[in-house]
Protein backbone atom coordinates (compact mmCIF):
# COMPACT_ATOMS: atom_id res chain seq x y z
CA UNK A 1 0.00 0.00 0.00
CA UNK A 2 1.48 3.23 -0.83
CA UNK A 3 1.27 6.91 -0.17
CA UNK A 4 -1.04 9.06 -1.84
CA UNK A 5 -5.20 8.49 -2.59
CA UNK A 6 -3.80 4.68 -2.93
CA UNK A 7 -3.09 4.27 0.78
CA UNK A 8 -4.74 1.37 2.84
CA UNK A 9 -8.01 2.48 3.71
CA UNK A 10 -8.56 3.59 -0.09
CA UNK A 11 -8.24 -0.15 -1.09
CA UNK A 12 -10.35 -1.21 1.75
CA UNK A 13 -13.07 1.02 0.81
CA UNK A 14 -13.10 -0.38 -3.23
CA UNK A 15 -13.01 -3.64 -1.90
CA UNK A 16 -16.07 -2.77 0.02
CA UNK A 17 -17.69 -1.50 -2.54
CA UNK A 18 -16.85 -4.09 -5.31
CA UNK A 19 -18.66 -6.53 -2.89
CA UNK A 20 -21.92 -4.75 -2.24
CA UNK A 21 -23.40 -6.95 -4.47
CA UNK A 22 -23.04 -9.63 -2.25
CA UNK A 23 -23.90 -8.23 0.87
CA UNK A 24 -26.99 -7.01 -0.78
CA UNK A 25 -28.15 -10.34 -1.69
CA UNK A 26 -26.87 -11.92 1.54
CA UNK A 27 -28.91 -9.29 3.40
CA UNK A 28 -31.92 -9.74 1.43
CA UNK A 29 -32.58 -13.38 1.37
CA UNK A 30 -30.71 -14.35 5.03
CA UNK A 31 -33.16 -12.16 6.81
CA UNK A 32 -33.05 -10.97 10.33
CA UNK A 33 -30.98 -14.25 11.14
CA UNK A 34 -28.28 -12.53 8.52
CA UNK A 35 -28.28 -9.18 9.69
CA UNK A 36 -27.81 -10.78 13.15
CA UNK A 37 -25.09 -12.36 12.26
CA UNK A 38 -23.03 -9.63 10.60
CA UNK A 39 -24.03 -7.25 12.90
CA UNK A 40 -22.19 -9.55 15.86
CA UNK A 41 -19.11 -9.80 13.15
CA UNK A 42 -18.98 -6.26 13.18
CA UNK A 43 -19.39 -5.66 16.59
CA UNK A 44 -16.38 -8.33 18.09
CA UNK A 45 -14.09 -7.21 15.17
CA UNK A 46 -14.80 -3.29 15.42
CA UNK A 47 -13.76 -3.83 19.54
CA UNK A 48 -10.68 -5.75 19.04
CA UNK A 49 -10.01 -3.37 16.35
CA UNK A 50 -10.34 -0.32 18.95
CA UNK A 51 -8.07 -2.16 21.83
CA UNK A 52 -5.50 -2.36 19.53
CA UNK A 53 -5.93 1.10 18.22
CA UNK A 54 -5.59 2.41 21.42
CA UNK A 55 -2.50 0.35 22.28
CA UNK A 56 -0.92 1.15 19.01
CA UNK A 57 -2.85 4.96 17.96
CA UNK A 58 -3.26 3.26 15.03
CA UNK A 59 -6.61 3.89 13.16
CA UNK A 60 -8.86 1.10 12.32
CA UNK A 61 -9.58 -0.52 8.69
CA UNK A 62 -12.38 -0.39 6.93
CA UNK A 63 -11.21 -4.12 6.07
CA UNK A 64 -12.59 -5.20 9.01
CA UNK A 65 -16.44 -5.09 7.89
CA UNK A 66 -15.10 -6.64 4.88
CA UNK A 67 -13.61 -9.69 6.58
CA UNK A 68 -17.23 -9.29 9.28
CA UNK A 69 -19.41 -10.01 6.23
CA UNK A 70 -17.29 -12.66 4.85
CA UNK A 71 -17.51 -14.84 8.19
CA UNK A 72 -21.30 -14.14 8.61
CA UNK A 73 -22.23 -14.91 4.86
CA UNK A 74 -19.75 -18.35 5.26
CA UNK A 75 -19.78 -19.17 9.55
CA UNK A 76 -21.42 -22.64 9.89
CA UNK A 77 -24.65 -22.56 11.50
CA UNK A 78 -25.99 -23.30 14.87
CA UNK A 79 -23.10 -21.97 17.03
CA UNK A 80 -24.30 -20.14 19.78
CA UNK A 81 -23.33 -16.41 20.47
CA UNK A 82 -20.22 -17.39 22.95
CA UNK A 83 -18.70 -19.49 19.67
CA UNK A 84 -18.56 -16.81 17.44
CA UNK A 85 -17.33 -14.01 19.67
CA UNK A 86 -14.78 -16.75 20.44
CA UNK A 87 -14.11 -18.04 16.89
CA UNK A 88 -14.48 -13.79 15.41
CA UNK A 89 -12.04 -12.57 18.14
CA UNK A 90 -9.62 -15.42 17.09
CA UNK A 91 -9.24 -15.05 13.40
CA UNK A 92 -9.78 -10.50 14.02
CA UNK A 93 -6.68 -10.90 17.08
CA UNK A 94 -4.41 -13.87 15.75
CA UNK A 95 -4.75 -13.64 11.79
CA UNK A 96 -4.60 -9.38 12.07
CA UNK A 97 -4.20 -7.39 14.46
CA UNK A 98 -0.80 -9.10 16.21
CA UNK A 99 0.74 -8.43 12.62
CA UNK A 100 0.16 -4.53 12.55
CA UNK A 101 -3.51 -4.86 11.05
CA UNK A 102 -4.66 -5.11 7.36
CA UNK A 103 -2.44 -4.86 5.22
CA UNK A 104 0.92 -6.69 7.29
CA UNK A 105 -1.42 -10.02 7.78
CA UNK A 106 -0.40 -13.36 6.04
CA UNK A 107 -3.94 -15.25 6.12
CA UNK A 108 -7.45 -13.43 5.74
CA UNK A 109 -8.58 -13.21 9.25
CA UNK A 110 -12.15 -14.21 8.54
CA UNK A 111 -10.11 -17.66 6.63
CA UNK A 112 -8.81 -18.00 9.55
CA UNK A 113 -12.15 -17.57 11.55
CA UNK A 114 -14.09 -20.20 9.42
CA UNK A 115 -11.17 -22.87 9.70
CA UNK A 116 -10.84 -21.90 13.30
CA UNK A 117 -15.29 -22.71 13.80
CA UNK A 118 -14.93 -25.74 11.71
CA UNK A 119 -12.16 -27.34 13.39
CA UNK A 120 -13.27 -26.37 16.33
CA UNK A 121 -17.05 -27.84 16.19
CA UNK A 122 -16.91 -30.48 13.75
CA UNK A 123 -20.58 -30.96 14.07
CA UNK A 124 -21.66 -27.49 13.52
CA UNK A 125 -23.88 -27.60 9.82
CA UNK A 126 -21.92 -25.42 7.21
CA UNK A 127 -24.27 -22.95 5.44
CA UNK A 128 -26.53 -23.63 1.96
CA UNK A 129 -25.69 -20.60 -0.20
CA UNK A 130 -28.70 -19.51 -1.90
CA UNK A 131 -28.10 -18.51 -5.96
CA UNK A 132 -28.60 -15.24 -6.02
CA UNK A 133 -25.51 -15.10 -4.08
CA UNK A 134 -23.38 -16.81 -6.41
CA UNK A 135 -24.75 -14.83 -9.26
CA UNK A 136 -24.19 -11.82 -7.37
CA UNK A 137 -20.15 -12.93 -6.86
CA UNK A 138 -19.86 -12.23 -10.97
CA UNK A 139 -20.68 -8.66 -10.56
CA UNK A 140 -18.24 -8.29 -7.35
CA UNK A 141 -15.54 -9.72 -8.89
CA UNK A 142 -15.86 -7.49 -12.21
CA UNK A 143 -16.30 -4.35 -10.00
CA UNK A 144 -13.15 -5.80 -7.76
CA UNK A 145 -10.86 -6.03 -10.63
CA UNK A 146 -12.11 -3.19 -12.83
CA UNK A 147 -10.86 -0.97 -9.77
CA UNK A 148 -7.81 -2.88 -9.31
CA UNK A 149 -8.16 -4.09 -6.33
CA UNK A 150 -8.56 -7.72 -6.77
CA UNK A 151 -6.74 -9.97 -9.05
CA UNK A 152 -7.84 -10.61 -12.60
CA UNK A 153 -5.23 -13.46 -12.93
CA UNK A 154 -6.33 -15.43 -9.73
CA UNK A 155 -9.97 -15.22 -10.96
CA UNK A 156 -8.73 -15.92 -14.29
CA UNK A 157 -6.62 -18.85 -12.72
CA UNK A 158 -9.29 -20.29 -11.00
CA UNK A 159 -11.25 -20.72 -13.99
CA UNK A 160 -9.08 -22.51 -15.82
CA UNK A 161 -8.30 -24.97 -12.92
CA UNK A 162 -12.86 -25.35 -13.39
CA UNK A 163 -12.48 -25.41 -16.92
CA UNK A 164 -9.50 -28.00 -17.11
CA UNK A 165 -11.54 -30.17 -14.55
CA UNK A 166 -14.64 -30.11 -16.91
CA UNK A 167 -12.37 -31.34 -20.01
CA UNK A 168 -11.61 -34.40 -17.79
CA UNK A 169 -15.49 -34.81 -16.99
CA UNK A 170 -15.12 -33.75 -13.74
CA UNK A 171 -18.56 -32.13 -12.49
CA UNK A 172 -18.73 -29.04 -10.26
CA UNK A 173 -22.01 -29.67 -8.86
CA UNK A 174 -22.93 -27.95 -5.87
CA UNK A 175 -19.71 -26.95 -5.16
CA UNK A 176 -19.02 -24.20 -7.63
CA UNK A 177 -21.51 -21.63 -5.93
CA UNK A 178 -19.88 -22.05 -2.92
CA UNK A 179 -16.02 -21.92 -4.69
CA UNK A 180 -17.23 -18.46 -6.69
CA UNK A 181 -18.24 -16.73 -3.39
CA UNK A 182 -15.39 -17.67 -1.26
CA UNK A 183 -13.13 -17.14 -4.37
CA UNK A 184 -14.21 -13.58 -4.07
CA UNK A 185 -14.36 -13.09 -0.23
CA UNK A 186 -11.37 -14.90 0.53
CA UNK A 187 -9.27 -15.65 -2.17
CA UNK A 188 -8.95 -12.43 -3.86
CA UNK A 189 -7.92 -10.77 -1.30
CA UNK A 190 -5.38 -8.18 -2.13
CA UNK A 191 -2.75 -8.80 0.91
CA UNK A 192 -3.36 -12.93 1.40
CA UNK A 193 -2.91 -13.67 -1.90
CA UNK A 194 0.27 -13.63 -4.48
CA UNK A 195 1.74 -10.65 -5.11
CA UNK A 196 3.52 -11.66 -8.45
CA UNK A 197 1.89 -12.03 -11.96
CA UNK A 198 2.92 -15.21 -12.71
CA UNK A 199 1.92 -15.99 -8.51
CA UNK A 200 -1.24 -14.62 -8.63
CA UNK A 201 -1.97 -17.37 -12.32
CA UNK A 202 -0.99 -20.23 -9.85
CA UNK A 203 -2.60 -19.19 -6.67
CA UNK A 204 -5.85 -19.32 -8.49
CA UNK A 205 -4.96 -22.27 -10.45
CA UNK A 206 -4.29 -23.87 -7.05
CA UNK A 207 -7.14 -22.98 -5.41
CA UNK A 208 -9.62 -24.46 -8.04
CA UNK A 209 -7.01 -27.00 -8.19
CA UNK A 210 -7.66 -27.40 -4.30
CA UNK A 211 -11.09 -27.23 -4.46
CA UNK A 212 -11.96 -30.10 -7.24
CA UNK A 213 -9.58 -32.12 -5.27
CA UNK A 214 -11.44 -31.95 -2.10
CA UNK A 215 -14.66 -32.14 -3.61
CA UNK A 216 -13.58 -35.65 -5.39
CA UNK A 217 -11.69 -37.01 -2.17
CA UNK A 218 -13.64 -35.42 0.70
CA UNK A 219 -17.42 -37.07 0.06
CA UNK A 220 -18.47 -36.03 3.66
CA UNK A 221 -17.45 -32.39 3.26
CA UNK A 222 -20.39 -29.35 2.75
CA UNK A 223 -19.63 -27.25 -0.52
CA UNK A 224 -18.49 -24.26 1.83
CA UNK A 225 -16.07 -26.19 3.97
CA UNK A 226 -14.21 -27.44 1.16
CA UNK A 227 -14.08 -24.09 -0.32
CA UNK A 228 -13.22 -22.49 2.63
CA UNK A 229 -10.60 -25.57 3.38
CA UNK A 230 -9.25 -24.64 -0.23
CA UNK A 231 -8.88 -20.72 0.05
CA UNK A 232 -6.95 -21.61 3.30
CA UNK A 233 -4.39 -23.86 1.92
CA UNK A 234 -3.98 -21.91 -1.02
CA UNK A 235 -3.13 -18.37 0.53
CA UNK A 236 -0.44 -20.07 2.76
CA UNK A 237 0.93 -21.45 0.08
CA UNK A 238 0.91 -17.98 -1.56
CA UNK A 239 4.51 -16.66 -1.03
CA UNK A 240 5.87 -20.24 -2.31
CA UNK A 241 3.80 -19.39 -5.33
CA UNK A 242 5.65 -15.62 -5.80
CA UNK A 243 8.88 -17.65 -4.74
CA UNK A 244 8.14 -20.15 -7.63
CA UNK A 245 7.44 -17.30 -9.80
CA UNK A 246 10.33 -15.54 -9.35
CA UNK A 247 12.24 -18.43 -9.65
CA UNK A 248 10.59 -18.70 -13.41
CA UNK A 249 11.10 -15.44 -14.66
CA UNK A 250 14.76 -15.45 -13.42
CA UNK A 251 15.56 -18.71 -15.32
CA UNK A 252 13.70 -17.60 -18.45
CA UNK A 253 15.71 -14.19 -17.84
CA UNK A 254 19.33 -16.28 -17.46
CA UNK A 255 18.45 -18.31 -21.05
CA UNK A 256 17.73 -15.32 -22.61
CA UNK A 257 20.71 -13.02 -21.37
CA UNK A 258 23.36 -15.14 -20.46
Not at 2 to 9: M, T
Not at 59 to 81: D, K, R
Not at 136 to 148: N, Q
Request: with cysteine; hydrophobic share 60%.
Amino acid sequence: MIRGIWDRETVALLLLAAIMPMALTFLWFGGSGAIGRLALALIVAGLWHLIFMLARAQPPSFAGAIAALAVAMLVPEELGMLQLVLGISFGSVMAELVFGGWGRNVVNPATVTLAFLGFSFPAAPWPELVLPIAWAAIPAALIGVGFGVMSGRIVGGAVLAGVLALAFGVEPGPVLPAAGVVLVLLVCDPVASAATGGGRWLNGLLYGGLVVLFMLAWKTAAPVQIAVSAALFSSLAAPLLDEAAIGLWLARRRRRHG
